[in-house]
């Protein structure tokens, strides 16, 4: 089992431009999370989902969108990216079958820099 | 004052020494707690849950303090590979709300 992937895993986009993050999981979770983590902030949630077509959104949502069409998959947007979005990106997924253990296996993370 | 407060460190440990972190946490209707460990440039992954009557593996012990609402970690007879980030989790809102502190660096000397 692979566990959580990412794409890519670096990039460097311009102010304006736009791109999409992609998280796969094996697993088979039903709930999927993606999280940036910046220098003294911790991981900040953006957006959640908790099955196949929901989405929720999470903390710091603003300048994010995101689409959850195959349970497996958890896309995340940026449809004009900011310098103030340069950060490192983490795809998580949990099974609610663990709600109590609570364990998100994280993916590898994408590193995001906008000039 | 944040939701999940942690020191951010380091903490700088010889080989052997037992350290302890804490983290704080405001919402008194908390029902989840967690420890993550996040090694440089890499992805967190879950060390321990926090149970009420506290909980030990191997080296590690976490304990939970409802009543001053902070959760701890101690870990004894450090090991250099126990160098990391040990980020506290906190779940509330009936496990929609997730919120992670923003890590204590863990620096083991030789």
């Known amino acids: 089992n692979a566990g959580v992937t990412q794409t890519p895993k670096f990039r460097v986009l311009k102010t304006g431009q736009s791109m999409t993050l992609l998280c796969a999981q094996d697993?088979?979770?039903?709930?999927m999370y993606w999280y940036r983590q910046d220098p003294g902030m911790g991981l900040r949630l953006i957006h959640y989902s908790v099955g196949e077509g929901t989405t929720a959104k999470g903390e710091v949502p603003d300048g994010y969108n995101v689409s959850r069409l195959k349970k497996q998959n958890f896309l995340l947007g940026l449809e004009s990216a900011a310098p103030s979005q340069t950060s490192v990106y983490f795809c998580a997924s949990s099974s609610y079958r663990d709600l109590d253990i609570n364990e998100q296996f994280f993916g590898p993370g994408t590193r995001l820099t906008v000039l | 004052r944040k939701e999940v407060e942690q020191d951010p460190g380091p903490f700088n440990v010889p080989e052997g020494a037992t350290v302890a972190f804490n983290c704080t946490y405001s919402?008194?209707?908390?029902?989840?707690f967690f420890w993550y460990r996040q090694d440089c440039r890499k992805e967190p992954k879950l060390l321990m849950s926090?149970?009420?009557s506290g909980n030990e593996d191997g080296r590690f012990t976490a304990q939970l303090n409802r009543a001053s609402q902070y959760i701890s970690l101690l870990i004894r007879d450090s090991k250099l590979s126990d160098s990391a980030t040990y980020l506290c989790?906190?779940?509330?809102?009936?496990?929609?709300?997730?919120?992670f502190g923003i890590g204590t660096k863990l620096q083991v000397i030789p």
């Open positions: 926090v149970y009420s």
């Open positions: 989790v906190v779940v509330s809102g009936g496990y929609q709300k997730v919120t």
């Open positions: 697993m088979n979770h039903e709930y």
């Open positions: 919402n008194s209707a908390s029902q989840s």
